[in-house]
């Protein structure tokens, strides 16, 4: 007997003002207003390639703009199991550690290694139908808390961030209503009990604070409601202490996230007045620059144990990755400096630089020791965290025509080719990385080559049908915002656009000011529909 299959596709889902889509999208407007101001006359054959990858990404956003993640349409066998006496939490629990224990074993018989994999792949098929059916009410006992919380971790895992916030709204939800985040309703249990459901708790704290920078979403956790005392030093740590210090920091990590969304990418942080968000900014890469300090002493504490680990060593390495990345996404926010010719806070370039530098020292030690954690390595550092410094070097390269900065691109879309056979989600940001890389070296060729102010045009796109990609994408600017011909980025200098009408607000001394703070909202809100194309299941690889 076979459950019947389920498709669920609901409307498109919101991702805000702090989300990677948001922007992605921003680089897309980026270089419709740089391209506004390059020759491409010469290198009709040369565009080719670059437009014909920019109008398979219109097929599919003209498709479906996002496409919701929770879609699952397979069955799954009952009689597989010895007793249909089971609830839904129970099954989830079981079908999705089975799926993680076949997944990682590594048996050495070829034969036991394909027998393993048909047990991973039955038991995820199992797991995602009854993830699929989960009712809209569930009752609040500690095996739903569990059972959802480790499906949200499980979504993650395979790059279904909407579906993962579902299903952490929910455990955060029958967490708060079993009080598991007071002090209060615990100190009658069991010691081992009242450790288990704290770790739990902040199992679902840092899911729900990441998700919330990650998808601009508001948290479901108010800091303001846990109360000091329930932290994880005070629990019960058994021998395994150091573990119980990295997981801290990653609540403390998490926490800092929370802040970044909060203090900066709300729909309230960015009402405030330029001189509050900048004094946010200053707060907030002080308390990431201490949580960092406290994390090496950590990673010292425990870099003898994750020589015998592969997986802890993978975190520990990447950790660093995504101390930079959030450090960008931070100064991503500074208020535009008078004076400066670029559109971004040195100190947000140098950032991002130093991430994507890290990132391929990472991806190099892995090659080296072990490639098969390169797919885990990016869902948790360059999906689930937003992953912007990628965006903003594609931003300055486009601005600056920096040749050192375009290499890191090609670098990063390089390191993530090896990943693309085993995960789809790497695939697919490998796709758009490309498209990124590809549209960044054909402007820097045009930027290059186009020395001299005679061999420039003001709407250089117009003989190639560019315009109505870039139209389409989200790339061009109205015809009265196009820049005079002789204010070319080929220069390394913005192009200058007057502050009237609607558009960009630009300042004489140099650049834009894309952090004015409606400016910026719109940079982060309009930027979404990008990154929103990895969740969907049609937007596929092509030669």
Known sequence: MERPSRILTPDATFEGESSLSAHSRFAK???GKALGTCPMKDLRLEMDETLAALGHLIDVQKQKSVQYDAVYTETVPTDVYYSNNYTDAQLIIVTVCLHWLFADARPEESSLQEE?????????????????????HLPPTWDYVCAVTLGAYYTVQISKPSLAWTLATMASHLCQSLGYHRISTLKNDQVGSRTEKVHVFWAIYVLDKGLSLRLGRPS???????????????????????????????????????????????????????????????????ELESARSNMKLVQERLSQKAQQNRVLHMLLKSEDVVHFSLLTLIYRAMPHQPGSISTFDERCIM??????DLHQNCVDVMHRTDSSLLAIYITWTMLYTPFTPFIVIFCHTIEGADAVDLSRLQSVVVSLQSACEVSEPAAKLHHLFQVLYNVALRYFELATKASTPSQRTPQMQSDHGLSAYLTA????????????????????????????GDG??????????WTDREQLGDWFYNNKQMMGLLEDDDFHLFG
């Open 29 to 31: 407007d980026f270089l």
């Open 504 to 513: 960009v607000v630009y300042d004489p001394s140099g650049g834009y000011d």
């Open 351 to 356: 950032a991002a630089r130093q991430t994507l």
């Open 116 to 136: 393993y994999g048909q047990y991973s792949q039955r038991c995820r098929v199992s797991l995602e139908t009854t993830l699929s059916r989960l009712p809209l």
């Open 220 to 286: 479901t956790i108010r800091d303001s409601d846990i109360p000091l005392s329930l932290s994880l030093e005070g629990c019960e740590s058994g021998n395994r202490p150091e573990y119980q210090h990295y997981s801290s920091q990653w609540v403390r990590i998490a926490r800092i996230q929370g802040k970044i969304y909060e203090n900066l990418y709300s729909p309230h942080a960015l009402a405030m007045p330029s001189q509050d968000r900048q004094e946010h900014v200053v707060q907030l890469v002080e």
């Open 473 to 500: 994408l989200g790339f061009a600017l109205p015809a009265k915002h196009l820049p005079d011909a002789g204010s070319s980025l080929a220069r390394g200098v913005a192009p200058a656009v007057d502050g009237s």
